[in-house]
Structure formats: structure tokens, C-alpha cells
DNA sequence: CTGGTTGCAAATCATTTGCAGACAA
DNA sequence: TTGTCTGCAAATGATTTGCAACCAG
């Protein structure tokens, strides 16, 4: 499938929630799998569409309560894409990172910089998170960009 | 006044809405004055409530749609205080920065630094905008922090 | 069995919009 | 005068929540 990371399969996360003490509701698995599946980050909305083909009658509230304790798990990450609207990516190695976000095609791609490699932080201020996000253009959409 | 940039007074800042075409109402005047008299970023609440106080009567979504106005302008800046509501700050020399912002006080900073300073940004991509956003304890309620 | 989960419907909350009257230039 | 602005009230859109029924362990 096209999830990048490496560390975890499907079925350990499967046995990681349910080690954590979390029930393996087909509604929970669905959106895993969804998670899983996908390419880049995908909103609320767009998750709730694909977890609904797979497994009908499954409500977007559900939807929303498995991701929060997704992300209460650090099992996903949440992207800022510039919208109204938040979009959620499997992050199963945990690691910190960043995102660009293609304001033509709206996919994302990981980012590995992030601005405390080259910075120590503001003074006088105690750094607990941060946010940072590139937006633009793509390759495959750079080309319309040029027009603008 | 608090407003921390030097470049434009008040009056600039209505002359230049003038300028621009834009009618000077009472409730645009009062809009200015409040984010001109901010200390730091405030959310479009925030700013109502200010503004109710100096030309009672406005409604809020004169507040929003001067928002609107003044952003398109580039005379504000919207800053992404974490929380549900954006932050709105007064922006005169429209100068690019970042802020930090307390997650005890609610207060922001204004930051100098970029990290496209440290950075020339992803391969194959154009970058148009981005988002760097530092979350934490300032100074005064960082002992609190310590605490946690 | 039994508490964690779900579906449903209604509630929030920030922000936006249609419209008719009001007012700055 | 006239087109921009405003107040009002209702709509939007994402996300959340109360509650009773449901089902995984």
C-alpha cells in the first residue's frame, strides 16, 4: 500500500490500540485501513467518504471520535492545509515532522526539515510546539503556478 | 499607544484607506483604533467587544467583514493562536514575520526569525506561502510551566 | 455481562451571507 | 445622489456532544 512509513504494519496497529486498552470495532478498523491506504492527508470529510465504502452505515461522529484517539495515541498527525477544514495523516513511526501542501491538487508531501534544525528557539520563552507548513505548487502543478 | 511598529500613525492609516476607496465609518474607525491600542493579537471577539465598548451598536459582522478588508489590504495579519479563532494584529510596515504565543496567557510575540532565513525551501516545489507558528510559556508564566 | 462504542439528532462555534435601509463622499 | 456600508437574521461548515442501544472482550 502506499503508506511510506516502515515501521508498522496494519496489524500492529491493530494490536497496539487494542493493547492500549481500545476495542477493534469494524468501524475502527475501516478507518485504519483507510489511513493506511492513502497517499498523502486527507480531510475529515474525505476519510468519512472512503470509510463509508468500505463499511456502510458507519457514522461521521464515529469518524471523528476514532481520530481524536488516533491522535491521543500519536498514531496520526494533524496537517494544517490552509482550509477551513483539518486533514489527518497515519503517522505510525512517530517521528516529528512538516508538511507542503500543493494549493492546486491540495496533496501534501512530508517535509524533513523542520526550523529548529537550524534555530535554538526564541529567548525568554519556553518552546512546548509548533506549527509549520509550506504552501505553493507541485511539480506536476508548478507549470500552471508560472501563469499566475 | 502599544501599536509596536513605527511606520504608519493612525491617521496614515486611515488616509490610506481613503486612498484605497474605502468609506472611513465610524465602526472602521473604531476597528483601527482597537487593533491600533492592542498590545498583542487579538481574536475577532475580542476585538467586538473592544469595539462594542468605543461605538456601541456594531454588529459583529461589520467587525468580520472590516477584518476582511483590512487583511486584504495587508494592514493586518491573521495569526494561528492553536485555539479554534484566529488572532488578528495590526500589521503597518508589512513586514513578514511570525509570532510565538503563550499557552498560558493567551499572549503573543511578534518573532524575527524565518525559517526560510536558515532554509531555501523544498526541491521541486514553488514555494507561495508559508506558516511558522511557536507555542510555549513566555517569561512570566514559564515558572508555571516548569510546574507541569 | 458490562463498559467502551456507536448511531442519531441536536448543539456549538467561528465565520459568512442576503437583503433592505443608512450614510460617506 | 449613489454606491458603499451596516444591522439583522438566518445560513454555513466543521466539529462536538447527550443519550440510549449495541457489541467486543
Known amino acids: 500500500m502506499a503508506a511510506s512509513n516502515t515501521m508498522m504494519s496494519l496489524p500492529k496497529l491493530e494490536e497496539y490500540l487494542s493493547a492500549k486498552g481500545y476495542r477493534l470495532t469494524d468501524q475502527r478498523r475501516a478507518l485504519l485501513q483507510v489511513l493506511w491506504e492513502a ?70 508531501r512530508r517535509l524533513d526539515f523542520c526550523p529548529f534544525d537550524a534555530w535554538s528557539g526564541p529567548e525568554g520563552f519556553v518552546c512546548v510546539e509548533h506549527k509549520f507548513e509550506v504552501y505553493g505548487y507541485c511539480e506536476s502543478c508548478s507549470p500552471k503556478a508560472r501563469k499566475r
Chains 1, 2 share one sequence.
Do not use: K, M, W
Not at 468500505?54 to 464515529?62: C, E, H, K, L, M
Not at 494544517?80 to 497515519?90: I, K, M
Open 39 to 108: 497517499d498523502c492527508c486527507l480531510t475529515a470529510q474525505e476519510l468519512y467518504t472512503r470509510v463509508l465504502a468500505a463499511r456502510p452505515g458507519t457514522n461521521f461522529s464515529t469518524v471523528y471520535r476514532n481520530l481524536e484517539v488516533l491522535n491521543q495515541l500519536g498514531v496520526i498527525c494533524l496537517v494544517d492545509n490552509g482550509q477551513q477544514a483539518h486533514a489527518f495523516e497515519l503517522n505510525v513511526d512517530g517521528a516529528h515532522h512538516h508538511h507542503i501542501v500543493c494549493r492546486s491538487c491540495g496533496r501534501t
